[in-house]
């Protein structure tokens, strides 16, 4: 034990490493340390992503499609022969299996697929076992629709359940009687996908197996020609049972050293019974009342704490030394010395239940150790049944392993975190029970759906740049329609402008509304920029987008359904006004033809359709000056637009469109105002905005209508009239984060509110954002108030509290 390993020189530089899958930014060490012996690195992935840095060429396919990738695997290298791979390699438990196929067709060193797919397979690897006479625990596996009970017919409780392509313990349960092995078998059927461990997506299929007693190792072997170069052995702490939930490793480890050469004897028998010769191998096992057991193999180095693991207790590279095994450099064997150069003991960050994490304190550094947490403030967390997910993990070293145990648990203690619950009624974490996992699911989409909301909550503005949003609206690109161009055109721009000042955005088409769900749920969108207008081709169904956004609990701007609602209600909205004596112009309203209204109405006065935006059914006729006109405008409005009529009296004079920002709780900002002077129009046509004016480019109305940003000429005590109307409307109607009020002005200096829109249009040359940038906001900094608006009033709220504001 004492003799001195031969060293293993640095032969990779210049070595062309095909790596399969870049995993997520906790693999980015793997890739460091390759490219900094001197690899160059062609990756095998899905996309272009954080890994850029170290890839000298990228093959970019969908993993998953094992066929696909194989074709473009060898498209790539038939196109660029002179970059022929030296090796092929993945640390990634999810691509093993591919990785083989391409060691196949490439003819590198490495694992053949037939003896990966036997190890790859729990279930196989099992009846392997069995078939060799090496030791094994009973075992069954329990295909759909097949009773679980009477599938482990002759096998003895407690058993584990478990997915047969599954990794890192994602639902692992121990089960002690017939009820809950039917109960967590439809829990795991309800709840297994690659979306919670993304290993799955090679099957889903789950077996049972007797429970195995004793201590948990892992070896981590490195393995050349069938020759065992290298090994390290590590003690498991006790997992949190019926989860098996890792909580922490310690190495060297502290079995006898008989048991030790036992279980290091059974691993290297079974990988030369597989036929398995190469590789870096990540070997579980169990020394109990049966002795030595295996539990799995994984044919990859272990988690990323194993490296540092043995890095640091043995002095040994497993990264550099698993290329160079599948580049064909030769490993001279590695003889550990009795004692290690450290003792190591490491931990997991572990959460007691799921939620969100709504604080976290950390060290600055840790001595003789590493710390690495991977959530951040705001982050969803899943812990059993819901997830199985761990924080992040720490580690000590020492001289001793008493004096490393007690450095580790002064590092852990040193970072303080907690996990919230979505609302004060809420009992999740409370309630889950061990034998209840029914309602797992549904919680679970609880948690991730309410993780948007706090995750908002909890963000800092000077992070606001790192969100995903979504901009809401609809596609019309080529609509013959006017108003729904308008809306394709606004969002498209909406996206660009924040893409351009670093936001992540994406599209929500409303024209899809079940797809724009699914996007939602799919794409990790923190925010939401609602401009839907339509849903179904409806304005009336423009209420129901935000609606959709509150159920799904996704933050978004602008005002709340119920306010949306209302405003596309004129009827309900100058009842309002009126109750709250805001000056409107004198109105009334008929439903059906045969209601009475008064005779005596004054004239002339404008008949709109009570429930319509955007100045639809408003033309030049709308206006009337006659009991007859009156008459036959509120048919038509009654029958032919089949809308409620609005009978407003009719105010000559200028048109003030007034731009507020803010919430009635927080600060409200009014910008400069617009105005509309309706100069000489020609005999017979109307001062005001018809809907031609607006949408069809009217030369009449463009000619003889002066738009003044800001009003020239006007008192200063009249324009805080008007603000000060437009900003009790505003709130009276409980619009949010921004909005439009239209007023008129009589000849005697009187201000009548007509309108106010919660949703105006927001596109570069728009009213709003016209009057922002007299205010000196450009475009792009107008929408990041709206964004910073709307941030701030999910912060420090109870749940949808902006849905009771307005019914207060």
Same mark, same amino acid.
């Given at each position: ?16 490493? =095909? ?135 002759? =096998? ?95 190495? !060297? ?131 059993? !049944? ?251 409005? =009654? ?32 910008? !400069? ?134 019914? =207060?």
């Amino acid at each position: 034990m004492n003799s001195v390993s031969k060293p293993n020189k640095n032969d990779l530089h210049g070595k062309n490493l =095909l790596v399969v899958n870049t995993g997520n930014r906790k693999k980015r060490f793997t890739l460091k340390r390759l490219r900094d012996a001197g690899c160059h690195l062609i990756i095998v992935n899905a996309t272009v992503n954080w890994a850029r840095s170290y890839a000298s060429h990228w093959i970019l396919t969908d993993t998953n499609d094992q066929t696909a990738a194989l074709r473009a695997v060898h498209d790539f290298f038939a196109e660029n022969p002179d970059l022929g791979p030296d090796g092929v390699i993945t640390f990634w438990e999810d691509d093993v299996l591919l990785t083989s196929r391409i060691r196949d067709r490439l003819g590198l060193i490495g694992i053949p697929y037939e003896k990966a797919r036997i190890a790859r397979d729990k279930h196989l690897f099992r009846a392997f076992c069995a078939e060799n006479g090496l030791p094994t625990p009973g075992h069954a596996l329990i295909e759909h629709g097949q009773d679980p009970v009477a599938c482990v017919a002759g =096998l003895t409780y407690p058993m584990v359940v478990k997915p047969v392509y599954g990794t890192s313990s994602a639902f692992v349960v121990r089960v002690d009687n017939d009820s809950e092995l039917s109960e967590t078998i439809t829990y795991i059927r309800n709840n297994i996908s690659a979306e919670v461990e993304s290993a799955l997506a090679a099957g889903t299929s789950i077996m049972a197996e007797e429970y195995i007693d004793g201590n948990e190792v892992d070896i981590d072997i490195l393995l050349q020609n069938g020759k065992l170069k290298f090994w390290s052995m590590s003690d498991n702490d006790a997992t949190r049972e019926p989860f098996f939930v890792e909580t922490g490793q310690c190495i !060297p480890s502290r079995l006898a050293p008989s048991q030790q050469a036992e279980l290091v004897d059974l691993a290297e028998e079974i990988l030369e019974r597989l036929g398995i010769e190469n590789g870096c191998i990540h070997f579980e096992a169990k020394y109990g009342s049966r002795g030595a057991m295996p539990i799995e193999i994984n044919l990859r180095m272990g988690g990323d704490e194993v490296y540092y693991f043995v890095k640091n207790a043995w002095g040994v590279d497993l990264i550099e030394n698993a290329a160079r095994i599948m580049t064909g450099q030769y490993i001279h064997p590695i003889k550990k010395p009795e004692r290690p150069k450290k003792f190591v003991s490491g931990k997991y960050f572990l959460p007691a239940y799921s939620g969100v994490l709504a604080s976290l304190a950390m060290p600055k550094s840790v001595a003789s150790g590493e710390l690495q947490f991977f959530k951040k403030v705001g982050d969803a967390i899943l812990a059993p !049944p819901h997830g199985f997910e761990y924080l992040g993990w720490a580690y000590a070293e020492a001289d001793t392993m008493g004096e490393a145990d007690e450095r580790v648990d002064r590092i852990m203690a040193s970072v303080q975190f907690e996990i919230a619950k979505f609302s004060r009624g809420s009992s999740l974490g409370k309630t889950i029970r061990r034998n209840t996992l029914s309602s797992a699911r549904m919680a679970k989409d609880a948690v991730l759906s309410a993780a948007r909301i706090e995750h908002i909550r909890a963000l800092p503005m000077e992070e606001q740049r790192s969100l995903h949003v979504a901009v809401a609206s609809n596609g019309f690109a080529d609509s013959p329609d006017p108003i729904e161009a308008e809306l394709t055109s606004d969002a498209k721009k909406i996206a660009e402008t924040l893409a351009e000042r670093g936001y992540k955005t994406s599209f929500l088409d409303f024209n899809f509304p079940f797809e724009a769900v699914q996007q939602i749920q799919d794409s990790k969108v923190d925010i939401v920029f609602n401009l839907c207008e339509r849903i179904n081709h409806s304005s009336l169904l423009e209420p129901h987008a935000a609606s959709l956004f509150d159920i799904l609990r996704i933050p978004y701007t602008g005002s709340n359904p119920f306010t949306l609602g209302l405003c596309l209600d004129k009827i309900r909205v100058k009842k309002l006004l009126s109750f709250h004596s805001i000056p409107t112009p004198r109105w009334d309203y008929l439903y059906e033809v045969e209601e009475s209204f008064n005779e005596d109405f004054p004239l002339p006065a404008i008949v709109k359709p009570a429930n319509s935006d955007s100045s639809l059914g408003i033309t030049n006729d709308s206006v009337v000056a006659t009991r007859a006109a009156l008459l036959e405008r509120i048919d038509y409005v =009654l029958g032919e637009l089949k809308r409620p009529a609005l009978i407003e009296e009719f105010i000559d004079g200028d048109e003030y469109d007034i731009s507020i920002l803010g919430n009635w709780d927080d600060t409200q900002r009014i910008l !400069p105002l617009s105005r509309s002077v309706f100069k000489t129009l020609p005999e017979g046509v109307w001062p005001m905005y018809p809907y031609e004016a607006k949408f069809l480019g009217s030369e009449i109305h463009k000619k003889n209508i002066e738009v003044q940003r800001p009003p020239k000429g006007v008192p200063g005590k009249l324009t805080s009239l008007i603000s000060e109307i437009a900003l009790d409307a505003f709130n009276v109607v409980g619009c949010s984060d921004y909005g439009r009020a239209e007023m008129r002005v009589d000849s005697r200096g009187n201000p009548f509110i007509l309108e106010v829109n919660p949703n105006p249009s927001i596109g570069p040359t728009d009213c709003v954002p016209s009057v922002a940038a007299l205010a000196g906001m450009d475009y792009g900094d107008f929408l990041e108030e709206v964004l910073r608006l709307a941030i701030r009033r999910y912060k420090d709220r109870p749940p949808y509290y902006h849905l009771q504001m307005s019914t =207060l």
